[in-house]
C-alpha cells in the first residue's frame, strides 16, 4: 500500500484524497490494518501539502484513527508544523485553500 501511495504518477487532486483511500483501506480491517496507519501517514500521505485549515477541518475528525493510534497525531503534528502554510499563516487558515493540483503535475516538474 505505502509503495503505491509514495508514486509520484498517482493522479490525485488533493492529498486530503489520498487521506481518505488510506483511511478506508485501514477501516476495511481495522484489527489488522491499523498498526500501519502511522507509517502510512508518515509515508504515504504528503500531509505537508495539506493547509492547516484542512487537516484540522478534514484530517483531525476521523477520530477513531487519531484515538486508536496516537502517533498519527504526532505524524499530523509534525507535518503541519513542516508545511510552508503553517509557517507563513496567520493563526486565522481561512484564505487557504487545499492543494488542488495532482501529484504527478505537482512532484514531477522540477
Known sequence: MCQL???DAL???SE?????AVVQWLDYDRCGRL???AQLLQDGVRLHCISPE????QVETVDWLFDAVPECQVVTNEAMRSTPHYLHASSNFSHLNSQSSSRYLLYSVH
Open 16 to 20: 486530503v484524497e489520498v487521506f481518505y
Open 35 to 37: 498498526g500501519l496507519a
Open 54 to 57: 484542512c487537516i484540522v477541518t
Open 5 to 7: 501511495l509514495c508514486e
Open 11 to 13: 493522479e490525485v487532486t
